[in-house]
């Protein structure tokens, strides 16, 4: 059976939700629904991961299942019920909707509590990152979602993590001694969340359960300045070791070429900070272990720049967000 998995980082979902979590009926904001709705119908996923989903508040009026399940029944979805794990701090949660008819999908999140190498998703985490053999603490400001997925046909379960990793984007005005130190503290907490990710995903490996990440990891292909100053990539680190080769996530999105315009395939477009042209960048990722078993030819990023398959939802895709979505078909 084909199954396809769909992550999209839905830009500032919440904005389209009131606070009794009924979605909202202004012009603006139905025309946003609307293109999300489009978007989502010609893709048919089993299972869409969200970044940027809707809010949960702390006293539970507002709730991120209740307004995901509300668009869904809007949009006339397969995907009828949604999952969140541990909320966020602040705005914007991760979250995922699937079909029950095809999939179990339940919140198990892994690490062992107090951990400081492998922990729970919602505590500390303690990593040098600077190499002066003093570890830093990190917390993620949006935990990763570990969902387990069972297929209801075939029984097959495996896992998946989706993650929202720390931005490098600094969006604060600010003179170039202090933009370089914001730029490099950002560098060193995304490879802290992405070292803590690929320990969970080793944790699932050394149990034999296949597993996929995916989400914004806001990294991709390519040595930058600060990979070249540090001697790392945040995505290659979630990816794994060259060295333990059955233990490497693979990209079936294929490699990627640098451009005049950027990276392509690409996943989104930002405006860079010096020139002031927009770049199209490689951020978003759907990484799987080699034991999931996929389709021919089953990664595809639909970008109506560069996939000639999502020009005619192209309209709607610029409306719904500043991210496009990535779909893998598996063959389960």
Known sequence: MSLRICSYNIEWFNHLFEKDNALKTGAEEQERIEAIKTVLNHLK?????????PNTTADGSESTVKKLENFAAHAGLSMTKAVTGFISG???????IFNPDKLTVTHK?????????????????????DDDNI????KHYRPPLEIEVKVNQSGTVFRIIIVHTKSKGIFNNMDMMHWERASTRNRLKLYAECTWIRNRIDELLSKNQEVIVMGDMNDGPGMDFYEFKFGRSAVETVM??????????????????????????????????????????????????????????????????????AKPIKKELLKASDHFPLTLDLNL
């Open 90 to 96: 602040g705005t914007q949660e991760i979250a995922a």
């Open 240 to 309: 794994g070791d060259i060295f333990e080769p059955d233990k490497i996530l693979l990209n079936h999105a294929g490699k990627p070429k640098w451009t005049a315009y950027g990276w392509k395939p690409s996943s989104a477009r930002f405006k860079d900070r010096i020139t002031e042209f927009p770049v199209n960048v490689l951020i978003d990722h759907i990484l799987i272990s080699a034991g999931l078993p996929v389709t021919n030819n089953p990664h595809t990023i639909w970008n109506p720049y560069d996939n000639d398959s």
């Open 45 to 53: 996923p089993d299972l869409l991961g969200i970044v940027e989903a």
């Open 135 to 138: 570890k830093e603490t990190y």
């Open 109 to 129: 999140p892994g690490g062992k509590k107090g951990n400081k190498s492998n922990p729970p998703f919602n505590e500390e985490f303690y990593f040098d990152t």
